[in-house]
């Protein structure tokens, strides 16, 4: 089991930055990918971005490509989601999620992940 919990969310601006956290605890150990996730109000939920164990691959969603950047310190146990540019399309409770490495990194996409976590809001007013 893993556990994840995000943290970082809040009230901004459009056109600000914002960085979420999300910290790792549990069977770490044999490695896991991240994803983070939204859900916008009154919507379903979606896919925001996802790096794989080692760090050295990304896939993003095409709505914030460009503006959004995930990382991870592994030695922290603690994965990133940097929001720069926001606009108030981006708000919406943004999940941290963890999978198996077994999965590939593309299932993601689709929301296939063992691990969630319970969400931070994050509101951009224009």
């Known amino acids: 089991q893993v556990q994840v919990v995000e943290s970082g969310g809040g009230l901004v601006q459009a056109g600000d930055s914002l960085r979420l956290s999300c910290v790792a605890s549990?069977?770490?150990?044999?490695?896991?990918?991240i994803g983070w996730f939204r859900q916008p109000p009154g919507k379903e939920r979606e896919f925001v971005a996802t790096i794989n164990w080692s760090g050295d691959s990304t896939i993003y969603a095409n709505s914030v490509k460009g503006r959004f950047t995930i990382s991870r310190d592994n030695a922290k146990n603690t994965a990133y989601l940097q929001m720069d540019s926001l606009k108030s399309g981006d708000t919406a409770v943004y999940y941290c999620a963890a999978s198996g490495t077994m999965r590939p990194l593309e299932a993601a996409r689709v929301g296939l992940m063992d691990y969630w976590g319970k969400g931070t809001l994050v509101t951009v007013s224009s």
């Open positions: 549990g069977r770490t150990g044999s490695g896991y990918h």
